[in-house]
Each structure stands twice: as structure tokens, then as C-alpha cells.
């Protein structure tokens, strides 16, 4: 049986609210720009709804970031030029591996999700460092093989579809890199498609988390618009500046939120 929301309810203050709309919203725009909106969204769902299981942060989450995803892969085939076939295809198969991660998310308790994402965030931080043009320079292009295709379905469908239904945070950034290390796309090119494929795993995680009564509607409906908003203008500053600006303010985001997690973790 699906697990009713009113058991979760959290009594939550407009201080916390509008400072998760905020994340919401910061969370959308980095997320179009370069990827990685998550690792910003879910741990501040975590620190602004300490009490909350953590399968509806999660399930809270998805119908957030659906939105913002949405809003950007619209902006992105409007404006720039994607393989919206490939992009489909591979969408497909992570639309498939996401409703298998939602599905063993519920088994995830607090006291191994909060170690995880923290140890997620210090690999990206270490990955962003150490490449200073990730999300500057274009990859080079080089032709693209029928097994590329299907490694690229493999690992950014099936895979990265998979992580993103059982935690999330950091799949737009994992399919940014999967897509131009595998399939040779610019970053530009690499963003726009991974947003199509964000789409369908969001879709199929929060069908999945919906079903199960773990999305709290009343905290996720105000953050949405929010997330939108950040989605839409982010997808258009990419085409237009770049994400130098970006990158570097994903850092500074990182940092402070494994700073704060560690805390709560060790500390408070």
C-alpha cells in the first residue's frame, strides 16, 4: 500500500519554505547551465526538512526537479540544434532505469543517504578542480560508432537512469560528461541533450515515488515554479555567455554544502 502523505506532513516555517524556493530556483538555473542542479536542491531539501523520510525528500525532489528540466530542454531545442532522436533513444532506456532506482530508493535510510551524497559531492568537487575547462572548452569532435550509441545508451540511460531514480544529485552533470566523453558532443550540444534524457528519468521516478505516497505536493508545488523560472533563464544563459560563471559558483555551492552536511553529520 501507498504511504499517505499526511503521515509526513512537516510543520515547516515561510523562512524555510521561501529558503527552499530559493535553492529551487538557484538549483535550475545551475542545472541548465552545466549540470549538477541537484547536488544543490537535495541536500538543502535535507537540511530544511530534517525529520522528513528520506524516500519523500527524495520523491520531493524529482517532482521539483522535473520542472526546471523540463523548462530547459524546451529552451535548449528551440535555440540550439540537438539530435532529438538520439537524445529519445537514450531517454528511453533511462526512463526504464529510473523506475528500477526509484523503486529500491525506498529501502535508503537517513543514516546512509547523508554519508552518500556527501562523498558524491566530494567527487565532483575534486573532478571540477582538477579540470578547470570542464564546462569551458568544447570537447573535439571525432565520429561516432554504433557501439558509442549503444555504450552511450548503456551508461547514460540504463546507469546514470538508475542512479537518478535511486539518489539523483549530480545526474546532469554525470550525463554532460557521459555524453561528450562517449558520443564527442560539445558541452553546449552535451547540456541541451542531457536535458531531454533528465526529463524522461525524472519521469520515470516520480511515477514511481508518486505511486509509493512519497512526494510532499504541498512543499514541492511552490518550489517548482521557482525551479521553472531558474530552468528557463539558465538554458538561455548558456547559449548566450557560456558557463565559466557558472562552474565557479557550483564550487563555491559545493563547498558550503558539505560543510553544512558534515556538520549536521558529525557535529550538530
Same mark, same amino acid.
Given at each position: ?7 509526513? @506532513?512537516?510543520?515547516?516555517?515561510? /523562512? @524555510?519554505?521561501?529558503?527552499?524556493? #530559493? ?12 549540470? &549538477?542542479?541537484? !547536488?544543490?536542491?537535495?541536500?538543502a531539501l535535507m537540511v530544511g526538512l530534517p525529520h522528513v523520510p528520506p524516500a519523500h525528500v527524495l520523491g520531493t525532489n524529482k517532482a521539483v526537479a522535473i520542472c526546471g528540466t523540463a523548462a530547459a530542454a524546451v529552451a535548449f531545442t528551440r535555440r540550439s540544434p540537438l539530435n532529438l532522436r538520439m537524445g529519445l533513444r537514450? %531517454? ?17 535510510? $537517513? ?7 556527501? %562523498?558524491?559531492?566530494?567527487?565532483? !568537487? ?9 564546462? +569551458? ?6 565520429? +561516432? ?12 540511460? !540504463? *546507469?546514470?537512469?538508475?542512479?537518478? &531514480?535511486?539518489? %539523483?544529485?549530480? /545526474? &546532469? ?6 555524453? #561528450? ?5 560539445? !558541452?553546449?550540444?552535451? $547540456? =541541451? @541533450? ?29 518550489? #517548482? ?5 531558474? *530552468? ?9 555567455? %557560456? $558557463? ?6 557550483? +564550487?563555491? +555551492?559545493?563547498?558550503?554544502?558539505? =560543510? ?9
Amino acid at each position: 500500500m501507498p504511504r499517505t502523505i499526511a503521515t509526513v @506532513t512537516p510543520d515547516i516555517s515561510l /523562512t @524555510t519554505l521561501l529558503m527552499l524556493c #530559493a535553492a529551487a530556483a538557484a538549483a535550475g538555473w545551475i542545472d541548465a547551465v552545466v549540470g &549538477g542542479g541537484g !547536488l544543490l536542491q537535495l541536500p538543502a531539501l535535507m537540511v530544511g526538512l530534517p525529520h522528513v523520510p528520506p524516500a519523500h525528500v527524495l520523491g520531493t525532489n524529482k517532482a521539483v526537479a522535473i520542472c526546471g528540466t523540463a523548462a530547459a530542454a524546451v529552451a535548449f531545442t528551440r535555440r540550439s540544434p540537438l539530435n532529438l532522436r538520439m537524445g529519445l533513444r537514450i %531517454g528511453l532506456a533511462a526512463l526504464g532505469g529510473s523506475l528500477a532506482g526509484a523503486f529500491f530508493a525506498s529501502g535508503i535510510n $537517513s543514516a546512509v543517504l547523508r554519508p552518500l551524497i556527501m %562523498g558524491i559531492l566530494l567527487a565532483v !568537487l575534486v573532478f571540477v578542480l582538477l579540470r578547470p575547462t570542464f564546462g +569551458v572548452t568544447k570537447a573535439v569532435g571525432a565520429p +561516432v560508432t554504433r557501439r558509442r550509441v549503444l555504450t552511450a545508451i548503456l551508461v547514460a540511460g !540504463l *546507469g546514470i537512469g538508475f542512479y537518478d &531514480g535511486l539518489i %539523483g544529485p549530480g /545526474t &546532469g552533470t554525470f550525463l554532460v560528461l557521459a555524453l #561528450a566523453g562517449i558520443l564527442h558532443m560539445d !558541452l553546449v550540444t552535451a $547540456s =541541451g @541533450t542531457s536535458k531531454i534524457i533528465n526529463v524522461c528519468t525524472n519521469i520515470g521516478a516520480l511515477v514511481t515515488f508518486a505511486w509509493q505516497g512519497s512526494v510532499l505536493w504541498q512543499v514541492a508545488a511552490p518550489m #517548482a515554479l521557482f525551479n521553472l523560472a531558474g *530552468g528557463a533563464v539558465g538554458a538561455r544563459m548558456a547559449l548566450k555567455r %557560456g $558557463s565559466g560563471f557558472v562552474r565557479g559558483v557550483l +564550487v563555491v +555551492v559545493v563547498v558550503s554544502l558539505l =560543510g553544512k552536511l558534515g556538520y549536521d553529520q558529525w557535529i550538530g
